[in-house]
């Protein structure tokens, strides 16, 4: 009977549930030579915890009495939004210095499209000599025509 209960303390006690007492209890257990074997493997962990429980040491510890040094937190308050604004400043910068690039590219190009167009133009005054080359064509298709005439009515 007493095994059944050491086996269910010990499921309770890998799944974080026993009390201290409980606790108190598979130490005991485990601290004498006749444990069943299949629990053997569980012995030298609670020997583990009794003789670690057990160690001391001489080392001396010496404490400091001087108080750390601690900044208020109004100045560390102060701090954060200095380098808040300065981040902000430095964002708004960046955006501007942006706009001026693109309003250079903007006037760059403006002056391109100026160019092609002025090239263009000149291109479109020699069409309209053209326009009176074509002026010119009709008037002699006209002659032309009207010649045929002439020949039909004098029947030549």
């Known amino acids: 009977m007493e095994l ?10 890998f799944e974080a549930t026993t009390t201290i007492q409980e606790e108190a209890v598979l130490k005991e ?24 429980s057990l160690e001391t040491s001489n080392r001396t510890i010496e404490l400091n009495d001087k108080k750390k040094k601690t900044i208020p937190l109004r100045w560390l308050s102060i701090a954060a939004m200095l380098v808040f604004f300065f981040g902000v400043y430095s964002i708004y910068q960046k955006n501007e210095s942006e706009k001026e ?29 053209l326009d009176k080359f074509n002026k010119g064509t009709d008037a002699m298709a006209q002659l032309q025509t009207f010649g045929n005439v002439q020949k039909k009515v004098f029947n030549q």
């Open 101 to 129: 690039e693109a309003r250079l590219a903007y006037m760059e190009t403006q002056k391109a499209l100026d160019l092609i167009s002025n090239s263009l133009n000149k291109g479109t005054g020699a069409i309209a000599q």
């Open 29 to 52: 257990y485990f601290a004498q030579d006749n444990v069943a074997p299949h629990l053997m493997e569980h012995k030298d962990l609670f020997n583990f915890f009794s003789d670690s």
């Open 4 to 13: 059944v209960k050491i086996e269910n303390l010990l499921e309770k006690y």
